[in-house]
């Protein structure tokens, strides 16, 4: 069993406020001075973006792997990938500020009884869940992230999918004027961002709606208000500040598969045995580890195979990738 009974201790009461929030307390020591030369951009995040992170209610999660150790608060925040605000992983946390928030809907379409267009406040519960999940991009990096979420099937069960729904399309924020990566001459992706999944990985309950981490609201940089978490495929199919969920018959299009379909599937589970074209994915650089860190062997389905390998049986996932 991957998971240990939950526990009465949130990540969120763990690590004191001090330690992740406060920029100088990294940088003090001699460790410090790596961080900084290799992380120029966290002096940038923590000033620059103002709004203010409520504190969020929790509860603790039996699919949390409340075992693993957090990557400081620090290099979730300002090691992204959102390139709506630029194609560097500095470039979220030093642009994102400008992204407004609130008020914040997301319109469900598509093959349910209940479609509409759901105020924020009518899909998040007032209790989430503390989740600590593996985060492996498909670049061969990776993090630990406390998030706090809510299962997507709790959504799903809401708008109640039709019988001819099999899968789930996600759409991510058009708004040029705030996001600077959707305007100018240079265009990284088309826009929307989208992604999607089958409707039983979907519904499964590892499948998270987060709006949080370390126990408060998301930053912007990662993907505020709302996003999904699928901890056992690809970060990229995590997709960030979601406007849009559809249930569809076909299998949907993703950002990524469009932009270059050998190197990135429509699956994305994370994959030690399948190379990327130009990378192997055996093996993972640790953020925040340190400069000398050695590499950790990936694990097949991020170390989530006891719980979803089902889903996959019988499928070739070197063809299916
Ligand atoms: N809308 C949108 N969602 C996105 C991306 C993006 O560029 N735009 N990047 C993806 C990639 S490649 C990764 S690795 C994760 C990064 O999430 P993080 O910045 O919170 O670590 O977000 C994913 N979701
Ligand atoms: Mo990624």
Not at 16 to 45: D, F, Q
Not at 257 to 277: C, K, L, M, Q, T
């Amino acid at each position: 069993m991957v998971f240990r009974p939950a526990q009465k201790i949130l990540p969120s009461e763990i690590t004191p406020k001090s330690v992740y929030l406060n920029r100088r307390t990294l940088l003090a020591g001699s460790a410090g001075a790596a961080i900084g030369s290799i992380m120029p951009s966290v002096a940038h995040s923590a000033g620059e973006n103002t709004r203010v992170l409520q504190k969020l209610e929790t509860r603790p999660s039996e699919y949390s792997n409340e075992d693993l150790e957090p990557t400081a608060k620090e290099y979730i925040t300002s090691y992204n990938n959102f390139y709506e605000f630029g194609t560097g992983k500095e470039d979220p946390a030093r642009n994102a500020h400008t992204l407004t928030v609130k008020p914040w809907s997301i319109k469900i379409d598509g093959l349910v009884n209940k479609p509409g267009e759901y105020a924020y406040e009518d899909l998040v519960p007032a209790v989430q869940e503390d989740r600590i999940y593996r985060f492996r991009c498909v670049e061969a990096w990776s993090m630990v992230v406390p998030w706090v979420g809510f299962q997507l099937s709790e959504i799903l069960d809401k708008v109640e999918p039709l019988g001819s729904a099999k899968y789930v399309a996600f759409e991510t924020l058009v708004r040029p004027e705030e996001m600077p990566g959707q305007s100018g001459l240079f265009q990284a992706l088309e826009w929307p961002y989208v992604e999607g999944l089958r409707l039983d990985e979907a519904m499964h309950p590892l499948t998270l709606m987060a709006t949080g981490l370390y126990g408060e609201e998301l930053p912007n940089q990662n993907g505020a208000p709302i996003r999904l978490v699928v901890p056992w495929k690809y970060g990229f199919k995590s997709i960030k500040s979601i406007v849009r969920i559809t249930l569809t018959e076909q299998e949907p299009p993703t950002s990524w598969n469009i932009a270059a379909p050998r190197e990135y599937g429509f699956y994305s589970n994370v994959n030690p045995r399948v190379d990327h074209p130009r990378w192997s994915q055996a093996s993972e650089r640790i953020i925040g580890g340190g400069l000398f860190a050695k590499r950790k062997p990936t694990l097949r389905f991020n170390g989530y195979e006891e719980e979803v390998g089902d889903l996959y049986a019988g499928m070739d996932l070197t063809k299916f990738y």
